[in-house]
């Protein structure tokens, strides 16, 4: 498996995030180790162009006069021979240097726009919805990740790194320190003070103090293991930040721990909303206006977060922690995991959802960047986004997501595949609404068995109350699957 070596800072409780109140981003991966190279992202600008903005009191009324601004102060094109790199004050080999896109992206789907992340444990962290106007400025640049082999070191050791351009006239933004920690890339924050820290608040008996709320999905794609779909919701506007010099700070962690039902660990993952943009080798930020700094300071706290992972049939207990380092939300769930053996007609769990936005057929997203495997939740170039809360208003769509599984599916075959959806009064069981039976052709993928499909529920024929939402599936050779279920209520 992949090795990665962490940041780690001793600032704040475990890691922390800066980003410059203004309309520029360039969210950078973490410096890590793959492959025995050490990786460190880096920015370059233009130190004169820099420079003069640096030296305005509001950047955010430059970029209103000049949208290209940032893109022309951000240098590309640059070569290994460009760059020093030092490692404890010795100067290391550049192995290579690399143009990556940006790990940040803005996102535009039903409820709005708003930014995500690739977070250092590969999970997708997103921040709260804002009007397009709000983000029509923000330019996203890319990083350079610039690649050498490290010189021997003891396990636990943290170095410092200093990146310098060759040519005066360039400027850098890179970060300045790493641990030689080995982690799995789905746990980076395992044995770091952050993730300490987490864990015991996810064992004792304290309250927390963040609302949060879990869900988990999983998904049967391959015999023997399910895929889990994850989502964290919380508050954004309740986690710890401040802004100091015009720079905003936090601390946002998430962990995972998946337990057999004897108390053993099963499963554990844990992720860093990938916050700590440029703490270590950036040019000091001279004082911000205030103004727009309460709505520039919540939309870069996130409120959501997604993962994915896998595990074998069984019974098991979800907890789960968000933690800002200073409070912290937890919640517990039992989660089952059935059987699948891959060669019968079979049915996932339900995900209601309220959030769609349509997708290129097969294109990479910020999703497709993401190692081990994630797979966003897409159905006919839909991505589909679950959701915690599941308490609808009648005036919104609730959408659903589900996968039906067709062996038989995979080789050509004649065979037909449809779904059933219901909706029953939660309390009484008497069906309120038979939707019409969803043939699933049109959701088929050549070549895969695997049918996801997603679909919308008009809930103005409902009246207020509980529900619950039934799914199976059949196919043409009379096979049927049992009935899922998905609990809502509409107000």
């Known amino acids: 498996m992949t090795k990665r070596i962490m940041l780690t ?27 025995n190279q050490v990786l460190v992202p880096a920015v370059v600008f233009d130190r004169l162009l820099y420079a003069q903005i640096e030296e305005k009191a509001s950047s955010g009324d430059l970029t209103a ?12 094109n640059l070569v290994a ?29 039903n409820r709005g726009n708003h930014f995500e992340i690739v977070g250092t444990g590969s999970g997708k962290w997103a921040d709260p919805d804002q009007p397009r106007t709000a983000l029509a400025d923000w330019t996203l640049l890319p990083n350079y990740v610039i690649a050498y082999i490290p010189p021997p070191s003891l396990e636990g050791s943290c170095h410092q790194i200093k990146v310098k351009m060759v040519r005066h006239s360039l400027v850098v933004w890179s970060r300045g320190e790493y641990c030689n920690t080995p982690h799995s890339a789905f746990d980076p924050l395992k044995g770091t003070e952050f993730g300490k820290q987490m864990q ?10 963040i609302d949060l709320a879990l869900q988990a999905v999983p998904l049967y794609r391959n015999p023997g293991a399910a895929r889990v779909y994850i989502k964290l919701e919380f508050p954004s506007k309740s986690l710890k930040h401040q802004i100091k010099d015009g720079t905003l700070y936090a601390s946002i962690g998430a962990l995972l721990m998946v337990y057999n039902k004897d108390g053993t660990l099963a499963a554990r993952l844990s992720d860093f909303a990938c916050c700590d943009n440029y703490t270590g080798n950036k040019p000091p930020a001279k004082p911000q206006s205030s103004r727009g700094h309460s709505s520039q300071e919540t939309s870069m706290l996130p409120n959501r977060y997604e993962t994915q992972f896998d595990l074998p ?8 922690i968000l933690s800002d380092g200073e409070k912290f939300g937890r919640q517990v769930m039992p989660l089952i995991v059935d059987e699948y053996d891959g060669k019968q007609l079979a049915i996932s769990e339900i995900a209601l959802s309220r959030r769609i936005r349509k997708v290129l057929p097969e294109s990479p997203d910020g999703s497709a960047r993401m190692s081990g495997g994630y797979l966003p939740l897409v159905s006919k170039d839909t991505e589909i986004t679950p959701t915690t809360n599941t308490r609808f208003e009648k005036d919104e769509p609730l959408y659903v997501y ?3 599984y067709e062996p038989q599916l995979a080789a050509p075959s004649a065979i037909t595949v449809g779904a059933n959806l219901r909706v029953l009064d939660a309390k009484t069981g008497d069906e309120k609404m038979h939707l019409q039976t969803v043939n699933a052709a049109p959701y088929v993928k050549a070549g895969s068995s695997v049918i996801p499909i997603g679909r919308g529920i008009n809930l103005r024929e409902l009246t207020s109350g509980s529900y619950r939402l039934e799914v199976r599936a059949n196919d043409s050779t009379g096979n049927s699957t049992a009935w899922r279920t998905a609990n809502f209520t509409v107000e």
């Open 313 to 320: 049939p069984g019974e098991y207990e979800l907890r789960a």
């Open 65 to 76: 006069k000049d949208s290209l601004l940032w893109e022309r102060v951000a240098v590309r």
């Open 402 to 404: 589900f996968e039906v």
């Open 200 to 209: 015991a608040d996810l064992a004792s008996a304290e309250a927390g103090k």
């Open 9 to 35: 800072w001793a600032l704040l409780v475990g890691c922390a995030f800066s980003c410059l109140l203004v309309p520029v981003v360039s969210a950078q991966d973490p410096i890590r180790v793959e492959s």
């Open 81 to 109: 021979k460009d760059f020093h790199l030092f490692e404890d004050g010795m100067e290391q080999l550049i192995q290579s240097v690399t143009l990556e896109p940006p790990a940040l992206s803005i996102v535009q789907d």
